[in-house]
Each structure stands twice: as C-alpha cells, then as structure tokens.
C-alpha cells in the first residue's frame, strides 16, 4: 500500500510570536519553523506502519506553504518518508483550512498521489482549528476518522481498527481502507531523525507543484482580518504569610474578589 | 434579510450537553431570524422534548439506530438534512470533539465559510465576525464571514451563557428521515470506552485543579482530587505528569492536550512552559502554587503563592471547607 502524510509547518511551539503592525500576520523575521507536532505522529505512524512489517511502496509526505515549508518536509523526509510533494504558491490561503484542503486534494490529484491512507495532523499549532483534515477526507471522497490514539491494520492492511480520543472516552471504529485519520497525541512516539537519516534525506526527491497550476482555483472560503497580540494579563498578586494565612487569604479572595468559588 | 440559524444540540449519553444550549444565547445575537435546533440519536424522544422548551422555533430529531453513535458520514448527512428542512444559512456548535470534527466536513461538503472554536461573534451588517485564538493562544485572529452562502461556526463552550428564559410552549418537533449510502456506512462503530467519573469534560468544567511533574506519583494527584471534589472542579495535568504516568493523556492541557478557559484554574507544581500556557491561558482566573518564585506560572496567575503545594492543596482544601454548603456565585 501507499501513504501519504500531510506534513505543515509552523513556527516552534517556544517561538515568540510578533504579529506585524498592520496585523495582517505574523512577523517572520527571525521565527524558526517546524514540522507541526501532530503531524509528526502522521508522519511517525506512516513509518511505523511500514516499520511492522506491512508492505508499505511508499511514503509520500505532503506540505504547503512558501518557501519555508521544504523544513517540514525535511523532517519528514528525515523521519522515514520517501519523497515529498510540496504545494508551492505565494499567497495560498494558510489561514483559511477549509480552501487549503480543496488546494491540496487538487494537488494530490494532479500529482497522481491518491493513496490508501492519508494520514494528517489533529491540528496545526499555528491556526488551532483543526479542520484541515476533515474537509481534506471530504475532498479526497474518503471516509475519515478524527483524533486518532491508536490504529490497528489487520494482516493484509485492508481493514483497520481505529481508537479515537473523545469528550466522552475512547471510542474503537473498523472499516476498510482507503481512509483519512488524523492523528492526536498518544497514538506514536515520533522519532528525532538521526544525523544519518538527516544526510540521507537530502537526497530524497521533491516535487513541487505551483499552485497556480491547479485546476481547482476556487476563491478562499472565509477572510482573516487581522492577528492581534492579545491584551496582557493584570500582574500576579503573591499572598504571604505562613501557609495557613495564604490558603484563607486565597479562597477568600476567590469568593469575594474574583467571584469564582 | 436574516439569517436562519440551527444550533447542534449535542448528547453525551443520555443528556445533553450544557455547552450546546449556550449556541442559542450566541445564535440570538446572530440572527433575527429564526432558530432551529437539531438533535441526533437513537430514542432521543424525551431529550428532543427538553429541547423543544428551550426557546427555539423548531426542534429537527433524527432518532435512528444508525444514528446511537457519532460516526462522522451519517451525522454529516443528518445534519445536512436539517439544513435543508429548516432553510438554514447559519450553523453553530459549541466546541466539542465532534464539532471539531463534523463542522469541517460539513463546511467542504457544502461550500460553506466556517471558523472554528470562536471566542466572540458578532454580527457587523451582514457579515459575521469573530475572534479565535491562535498560534497555541499568542495571538487572536479576527476572522470575517460574508453574508451569500452558508456559514457554520463552532464556538467555545463557556464562551457564551446559557439561555435563561424557557419557552412558555413546546417547539414543534419534526422528525427527520436520513438516508444513508453505503459509503457513510464505510465505517463501523465497535465500542466506547468511558472516561471514567473523575474525567469530567475539562472543556465544560468551570474550576480545573492541575497538577505538573512536582506531584511525583499517580497517588499523590489525590490531593488535587479531594480540592476539585470540594470546590466542583476537574483535574488537568501537564504533559510532564500525562508522560510520567501520573495522569492519563485526555487530563492533558497545553498545546498537545486539552485547550480550556475556565473560571479558575489552579496550577499545582506547574512551570508555566510555553507550550503548558498555550493551553490554559484562557482562563479567567489563574492561581499558581509554585516553590519557585522565578517559574514563568506566576507571569500569567491572577493570585501566586510560593509555596509547597503539599502543604498548600490541603491547607485550601480546609479553607474552602467553610464554605460547603453556602450557594456557589454565578
Ligand atoms: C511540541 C511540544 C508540545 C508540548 N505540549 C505540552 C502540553 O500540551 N502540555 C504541557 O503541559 N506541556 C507540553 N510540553 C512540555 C512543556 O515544554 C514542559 O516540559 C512541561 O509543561 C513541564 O511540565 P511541569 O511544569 O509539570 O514540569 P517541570 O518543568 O518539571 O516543572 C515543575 C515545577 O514544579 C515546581 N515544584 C517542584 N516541587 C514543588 C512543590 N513541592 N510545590 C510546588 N511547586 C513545586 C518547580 O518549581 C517547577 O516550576 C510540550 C513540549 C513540546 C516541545
Ligand atoms: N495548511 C496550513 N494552514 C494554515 N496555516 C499554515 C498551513 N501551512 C502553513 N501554515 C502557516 O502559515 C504561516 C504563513 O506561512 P508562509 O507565508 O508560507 O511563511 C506559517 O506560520 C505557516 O506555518
């Protein structure tokens, strides 16, 4: 079989985030990108698939952006996947999940990349909105499951057993591939690439895909407006005394200033 | 000409969930339009009933056994079939694992704008406009969604409050019948493993006592158990603890666990990491118990101690013993 992980890239979880004075965006300068967390666990389980004995042809790991999105296929790259597919377009719609997803089941379309598993991130840490995925499942016409903490292919990898975290508990789905799952925290370990997995990416092979190209150019769904730093927070207020007077001083002030207890 | 909302009422076993009935209070400062309310299940006769006094205009019940669990196919199309029953241009969902995971189908399904897990909506003329956190909760995007084609909106939870006044009469319920293909039926559900009593919805709780790596062992989370008992709150957990085996990983808050915003939030031993901070900064009201008077924690906490928090978590517990029994503050 065939995989494809989709693999984003975001700005370092540690980074500090200065959104640009016409707030219509984030200031690149001097930001360290990386592959999105949750699409490392995509990335992780592709390999680990293949890692299990399955017979897996191929990984393809699969991002957009501008030119800095080659660092997450990069991680991919390093991390197991074969090649990569780098959508490439000046001013895709980042912000807006939604039209990205329809861009990129273009683009798994025109690039022949239609596989038996998708695998994508729960969420991209830099939107927070987690609906690439399912419009992506949507597009591709695939049946999808979401925030999934563990996977269980059978021998033949035609049918799989799939764990997804819920509000409620732990819900177990089965169905036959082909499928798109996303991936939450719990379903893999990922793997930091070795220095020689590292080399040896380098020379993996990237095709990139001009977004302009595509077929399907339908405009952007929604509009973002602006990013704001959001307003900071009143200073702490440090109780003191013994423990005995921080503990009453506290709860009464959560009952009578805070108002919350 | 206003839009026609349907709210998603969501179920979580047998009743329904607080969060989704708050959609009504956002979809009123939406719309002057109608409201419709939409309900999933199987046997839901007596919660599309509840429903129906809520004060919306009609109340859509698909009950059917293909329907007990959610499997995002057959939702997609009962929800569809909703939208089309009640002419609807406006969808909302509070933010749950399921809205996060059916809105986005939908909204590709449908050709619709959608935002998800919104802090504040508003409506600007025709065009709706709403504020949601982003880049792990350092900055807020101001998104805008033009009148012309259907909109769906998740929002948080607590974001909104509940609806106060009930209907004096019963909505209509009109029952639904969704056809389902083959292909929605890809995907079987086998079974759902509870989260156990202790794992409230740390979404929907309204006091979250959390506890990082300090705590050094699964049992001495209890005490932090005991607090959340006396005062109603849910227990959260750092990833330093969920990786050590303190906690299990749904107690997780922070950038790779749960995001929440509740009223207070009660930091134990926590750091204050980047990534722990992306989670929870939200809240109203932050306390950190810290030994460290240094941990980034007290940067965000609205009250610090520094202090043992295995001498202090008792000691609060104690202090808010005086107040059982006295009517908790809205
Ligand atoms: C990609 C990525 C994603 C991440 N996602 C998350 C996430 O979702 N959630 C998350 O929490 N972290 C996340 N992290 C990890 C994060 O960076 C921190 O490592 C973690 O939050 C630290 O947890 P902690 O505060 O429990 O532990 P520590 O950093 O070990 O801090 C312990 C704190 O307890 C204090 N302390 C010790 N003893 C006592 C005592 N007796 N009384 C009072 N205070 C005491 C110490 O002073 C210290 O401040 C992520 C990291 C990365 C790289
Ligand atoms: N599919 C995506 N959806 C949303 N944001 C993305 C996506 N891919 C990348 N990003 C982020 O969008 C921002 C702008 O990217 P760029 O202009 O390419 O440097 C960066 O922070 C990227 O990490």
Same mark, same amino acid.
């Given at each position: 079989?065939?995989?494809?992980? =989709?693999?984003?890239?975001?700005?370092?979880?540690?980074?500090?985030?200065?959104?640009?004075?016409?707030?219509?965006?984030?200031?690149?300068?001097?930001?360290?990108?990386?592959?999105?967390?949750?699409?490392?666990?995509?990335?992780?389980?592709?390999?680990?698939?293949?890692?299990?004995?399955?017979?897996?042809?191929?990984? =393809?790991?699969?991002?957009?952006?501008?030119?800095?999105?080659?660092?997450?296929?990069?991680?991919?790259?390093?991390?197991?996947?074969?090649?990569?597919?780098?959508?490439?377009?000046?001013?895709?719609?980042?912000?807006?999940?939604?039209?990205?997803?329809?861009?990129?089941?273009?683009?798994?379309?025109?690039?022949?990349?239609?596989?038996?598993?998708?695998?994508?991130?729960?969420?991209?840490?830099?939107?927070?909105?987690?609906?690439?995925?399912?419009?992506?499942?949507?597009?591709?016409?695939?049946?999808?499951?979401?925030?999934?903490?563990?996977?269980?292919?059978?021998?033949?990898?035609?049918?799989?057993?799939?764990?997804?975290?819920?509000?409620?508990?732990?819900?177990?789905?089965?169905?036959?591939?082909?499928?798109?799952?996303?991936?939450?925290?719990?379903?893999?370990?990922?793997?930091?690439?070795?220095?020689?997995? =590292?080399?040896?990416?380098?020379?993996?092979?990237?095709?990139?895909?001009?977004?302009?190209?595509?077929?399907?150019?339908?405009?952007?769904?929604?509009?973002?407006?602006?990013?704001?730093?959001?307003?900071?927070?009143?200073?702490?207020?440090?109780?003191?005394?013994?423990?005995?007077?921080?503990?009453?001083?506290?709860?009464?002030?959560?009952?009578?200033?805070?108002?919350?207890? | 000409?206003?839009?026609?909302?349907?709210?998603?009422?969501?179920?979580?076993?047998?009743?329904?969930?607080?969060?989704?009935?708050?959609?009504?209070?956002? @979809?009123?400062?939406? $719309?002057?339009?109608?409201?419709?309310?939409?309900?999933?299940?199987?046997?839901?006769?007596?919660?599309?009933?509840?429903?129906?006094?809520?004060?919306?205009?009609?109340?859509?019940?698909?009950?059917?056994?293909?329907?007990?669990?959610?499997?995002?196919?057959?939702?997609?199309?009962?929800?569809?079939?909703?939208?089309?029953?009640?002419?609807?241009?406006?969808?909302?969902?509070?933010? $749950?694992?399921?809205?996060?995971?059916?809105?986005?189908?939908?909204?590709?399904?449908?050709?619709?704008?959608?935002?998800?897990?919104?802090?504040?909506?508003?409506?600007?003329?025709?065009?709706?406009?709403?504020?949601?956190?982003?880049?792990?909760?350092?900055?807020?995007?101001?998104?805008?969604?033009? @009148?012309?084609?259907?909109?769906?909106?998740?929002?948080?939870?607590?974001?909104?409050?509940?609806?106060?006044?009930?209907?004096?009469?019963?909505?209509?319920?009109?029952?639904?019948?969704? $056809?389902?293909?083959? @292909?929605?039926?890809?995907?079987?559900?086998?079974?759902?493993?509870?989260?156990?009593?202790?794992?409230?919805?740390?979404?929907?709780?309204?006091?979250?006592?959390?506890?990082?790596?300090?705590? *050094?062992?699964? *049992?001495?989370?209890?005490?932090?158990?005991?607090?959340?008992?006396?005062?109603?709150?849910?227990?959260?957990?750092?990833?330093?603890?969920?990786?050590?085996?303190?906690?299990?990983?749904?107690?997780?808050?922070?950038?790779?666990?749960?995001?929440?915003?509740?009223?207070?939030?009660?930091?134990?031993?926590?750091?204050?990491?980047?990534?722990?901070?992306?989670?929870?900064?939200?809240?109203?009201?932050?306390?950190?118990?810290?030994?460290?008077?240094?941990?980034?924690?007290?940067?965000?906490?609205?009250?610090?101690?520094?202090?043992?928090?295995?001498?202090?978590?008792?000691?609060?517990?104690?202090?808010?013993?005086?107040?059982?029994?006295?009517?908790?503050?809205?």
């Amino acid at each position: 079989m065939r995989v494809l992980a =989709i693999a984003m890239q975001v700005p370092d979880s540690r980074a500090v985030i200065r959104v640009r004075d016409d707030g219509s965006g984030v200031d690149p300068a001097g930001l360290k990108f990386v592959c999105s967390p949750f699409d490392e666990f995509a990335v992780e389980q592709a390999v680990q698939i293949r890692e299990g004995g399955w017979e897996v042809a191929e990984i =393809i790991a699969f991002t957009a952006g501008g030119k800095g999105a080659a660092a997450a296929l990069r991680t991919a790259l390093a991390m197991g996947a074969d090649r990569g597919i780098h959508l490439a377009g000046d001013d895709l719609p980042l912000h807006d999940e939604v039209a990205m997803a329809r861009l990129i089941a273009a683009a798994i379309r025109q690039a022949d990349a239609q596989t038996d598993l998708v695998l994508c991130g729960k969420k991209t840490i830099d939107n927070d909105s987690g609906e690439l995925g399912p419009a992506l499942a949507e597009f591709l016409e695939l049946p999808h499951v979401g925030g999934v903490i563990g996977l269980e292919l059978d021998d033949t990898a035609g049918r799989a057993r799939i764990h997804r975290r819920t509000d409620d508990g732990e819900v177990v789905l089965e169905g036959d591939l082909p499928m798109l799952l996303t991936c939450d925290k719990g379903l893999v370990e990922p793997r930091y690439p070795a220095l020689p997995m =590292i080399m040896k990416a380098k020379k993996k092979p990237v095709d990139t895909i001009d977004a302009s190209t595509l077929a399907d150019q339908s405009e952007p769904s929604t509009t973002f407006v602006c990013l704001q730093t959001p307003s900071e927070r009143p200073p702490c207020r440090v109780l003191d005394g013994t423990p005995e007077e921080m503990a009453r001083e506290l709860v009464g002030l959560l009952r009578k200033e805070a108002k919350v207890l | 000409m206003p839009d026609t909302a349907l709210i998603f009422i969501e179920r979580r076993g047998d009743s329904i969930t607080p969060s989704s009935l708050c959609m009504l209070t956002a @979809a009123r400062a939406l $719309t002057d339009g109608a409201i419709h309310a939409v309900i999933i299940g199987h046997d839901i006769g007596s919660l599309a009933e509840q429903v129906a006094m809520i004060g919306v205009d009609a109340v859509y019940v698909v009950d059917h056994a293909d329907f007990e669990h959610y499997r995002v196919l057959p939702y997609t199309r009962a929800v569809e079939s909703a939208i089309d029953a009640a002419g609807a241009s406006l969808i909302l969902m509070a933010t $749950t694992s399921t809205s996060r995971d059916l809105a986005p189908r939908l909204a590709a399904r449908r050709d619709a704008m959608m935002a998800t897990d919104c802090l504040t909506v508003e409506l600007q003329g025709d065009t709706i406009a709403v504020t949601r956190s982003m880049y792990a909760a350092k900055c807020l995007g101001e998104v805008s969604l033009s @009148a012309g084609t259907l909109r769906i909106l998740s929002i948080r939870g607590n974001a909104y409050p509940a609806p106060t006044s009930p209907a004096e009469t019963p909505a209509p319920i009109m029952p639904l019948d969704v $056809t389902l293909s083959d @292909a929605d039926q890809h995907i079987v559900f086998r079974e759902l493993v509870p989260s156990d009593e202790d794992e409230r919805n740390l979404a929907d709780a309204d006091i979250i006592v959390s506890g990082g790596r300090s705590l *050094e062992s699964e *049992e001495n989370f209890s005490i932090l158990y005991d607090l959340a008992h006396r005062i109603g709150g849910a227990v959260g957990a750092t990833r330093a603890a969920v990786d050590a085996g303190y906690q299990p990983q749904s107690h997780q808050v922070g950038l790779t666990g749960n995001v929440v915003a509740p009223q207070l939030y009660i930091a134990c031993g926590i750091d204050g990491a980047i990534q722990h901070l992306a989670g929870m900064r939200g809240s109203k009201v932050i306390v950190a118990i810290n030994t460290k008077a240094a941990a980034p924690i007290f940067g965000v906490a609205t009250y610090g101690c520094v202090a043992d928090l295995f001498e202090m978590v008792p000691l609060i517990n104690e202090a808010c013993r005086s107040l059982d029994g006295k009517p908790a503050l809205q």
